[in-house]
Nanobody, 125 residues
Framework: QLQLVESGGALVQPGGSLRLSCAAS????????IAWFRQAPGKEREEVSC????????TYADSVKARFTMSRDNAKNTVWLQMNALKPEDTGVYYC??????????????????RGQGTQVTVSS
């Protein structure tokens, strides 16, 4: 069964950058829509970004547009989230999630078949 593992979370100062990775094992990501979600204490879970199976279409939450970039390499079975100009409000646990829907992104994490364990991102001075 396909499994996802996130990495790359860290403590970073405001204005800094991080690159999160989501590595798949036990199968291939070829037909999977992949999304990044984040959960901060006291806040609703938010879908940050989502990309279709080939990476041809990628969407972003308004809160991260122009700062975050999602990419994927199906040959490497890996998806990345490049986060620039980080703000304290970007703090949270970041999860990658996948569903073999090909071209449909879902806003609710519960609609995804698989998810990783999460990686902590803390933006603070």
């Amino acid at each position: 069964q396909l499994q996802l593992v996130e990495s790359g979370g860290a403590l970073v100062q405001p204005g800094g950058s991080l690159r999160l990775s989501c590595a798949a094992s036990g199968g291939t990501l070829d037909n999977y829509v992949i999304a990044w979600f984040r959960q901060a204490p006291g806040k609703e879970r938010e879908e940050v970004s989502c990309t279709t199976k080939s990476g041809g279409v990628t969407t972003y939450a308004d809160s991260v547009k122009a700062r975050f970039t999602m990419s994927r390499d199906n040959a490497k079975n890996t998806v990345w989230l490049q986060m620039n100009a980080l703000k304290p409000e970007d703090t949270g646990v970041y999860y990658c999630a996948g569903v073999p829907s090909g071209y449909v992104c879902y806003e609710d994490l519960d609609d995804y078949d698989i998810r990783g364990q999460g990686t902590q991102v803390t933006v603070s001075s």
